[in-house]
């Protein structure tokens, strides 16, 4: 493919290094709610309200938060998958934010996307050659040596045979087809790919091979990559940076060594603690761990002020009234909090803590968490292994179901 090889895309030799490769400012996107005969518009989802972050060229910036945070929005908002309702997208310079189908067609080679679910994403009545050469035939791109060797090389490249051509998706395990995913989302060699949440529909075991699988192809192929989990562990180990989304709003955005040493958020340290620590020694040090109870608020209605202030355990009357603006507390590290973990109040005459938010909250002891960890363990074991199965069963069933749902709708061919 001697066009896309004199792209900046593998080696980002014409490229200026400094400026990043993705740069978003005040991105917004409200899902309007409408009613009645008329259809009149009652209210917005605010999935993402206002968020500026940017992607460096090479790196893997990890975006992190709880369930319905807006995470793939953002991701379907940066691979233009999604009309942003507001706020600016630049990709290497360009603004691409309202372009329509023709002029996002050169940037669609550069940004690709793997989708979370590895049975749903791959249409089940085509061969893997028909799902990996998608791409091609809609960018109208002839590879060197025909489609077919072409799709047989990213076959292999990605770890599978390039006798898999003329197979169907049911015949692979989850593992092989998010392979399969990934091989159609190099397919143009992109310049940037954004994963949503590439591995949480694998065993755990499977994960760490379709993980390191994606760190190889960064090295060998310059990507970069904008990485989305639902929790910190999955990015702990690939990521140069974070960002920590809460309802909407990046609430700390930092390099790794940093936001695992001193988060700054309290929502990140109570992210934080709710990851399992591998290391003994360290796993001692640690004093407490914080629970936060309850569900994340609707982002239809979210809350004044800083948005986690309903369930903060540092909340004061100025986390209600005051949005606090995400600004560089440390090198590197980007903050939006009045009262911020390892750093100096920036409130500090403002002392009445909201008791509704202490109680949204709880510091708990190893102790106690130990012990709630044997009970639940001790539960399991008196069930056996009829209840699990009988979950796995209702779990696969599910995702044929969600497979044949999707024949119509494979991404790929967006
Ligand atoms: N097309 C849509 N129409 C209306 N609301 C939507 C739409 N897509 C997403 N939402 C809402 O926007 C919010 C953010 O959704 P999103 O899927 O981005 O969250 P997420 O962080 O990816 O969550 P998860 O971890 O569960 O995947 C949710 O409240 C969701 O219900
Ligand atoms: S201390 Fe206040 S500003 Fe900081 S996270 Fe808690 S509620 Fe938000
Ligand atoms: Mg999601």
Redesign the pocket.
Known sequence: MSETDTRAGTTAVTDDDDKPLLKVEGLVKH?PIKKGLLQRQVGA?K?VDGIDFEVRRGETLGVV??????????GRLITRLLEPSGGKIEFDGTDITHLGTSGMRPFRRDVQMIF?DPYGSLNPRHTIGTIVSAPFRLQGVEPEGGVKQEVQRLLELVGLSPEHYNRYPHEFSGGQRQRIGIARALALKPRMVVAD?PVSALDVSIQAQVVNLMDDLQDELGLTYVI?A?DLSVVRHVSDRIAV?YLGKIVELADRGSLYASPMHPYTKALLSAVPIPDPRRRAAKSERILLRGDVPS?IAPPSGCRFHTRCWKATQICKSTEPPLIELRPGQRVACHHPENFEDQAPQDTVLLSAAKEAAALVADEVLAESAQTSAAVAAEKGPESSREGAETEAEASVEEAADSASKEPGGK
């Open positions: 899902f989802v999935a938060g709880e369930s319905g945070c807006g995470k793939s929005t953002m979370q949440e989305i639902h989304m982002p």
